[in-house]
């Protein structure tokens, strides 16, 4: 599985962007699909996951409310709006895929593929 993302870029504080994963292969929807972002000098931390049906969503906590993962299973697609954007959320943001699709997943060693990742600056 190959994953490319599209639509990091940069935006004013509480201006929203919309993130893009493309995976390749025909057997999309048996990947659960993730989030994750890594700031300057920090660790790969989770953001949002989906099951391989879009049905189960699980969200970090500083997140909820403001983020949403969904996905387009005839599209092989991935996407994460973001509203409301802070500094905080200031990273390169990764896609990933977990070959475990009933239930979404949060630890990254939990996913095995993984796109080449995307920048979001949110200035304030």
């Known amino acids: 599985v190959q994953l490319v993302e599209s639509g990091g870029g940069l935006v004013q504080t509480g201006g929203s962007l919309s993130l893009s994963c493309a995976a390749s292969g025909r057997t999309f929807t048996t990947y659960a699909m993730g989030w994750f972002r890594q700031a300057p000098g920090k660790e790969r931390e989770f953001v949002a996951s989906?099951?391989?049906?879009?049905?189960?969503?699980l969200y970090e906590d500083s997140v909820k409310g403001r983020f949403t993962i969904s996905r387009d299973n005839a599209k092989n697609t991935v996407y994460l709006q973001m509203n409301s954007l802070k500094p905080e959320d200031t990273a390169v943001y990764y896609c990933?895929?977990?070959?475990?699709?009933?239930?979404?997943?949060?630890?990254?060693?939990?996913?095995?593929?993984w796109g080449q990742g995307t920048q979001v600056t949110v200035s304030s």
């Open positions: 989906i099951s391989g049906s879009g049905i189960i969503t």
């Open positions: 990933a895929a977990a070959p475990a699709g009933g239930r979404p997943w949060v630890r990254p060693n939990e996913f095995r593929y």
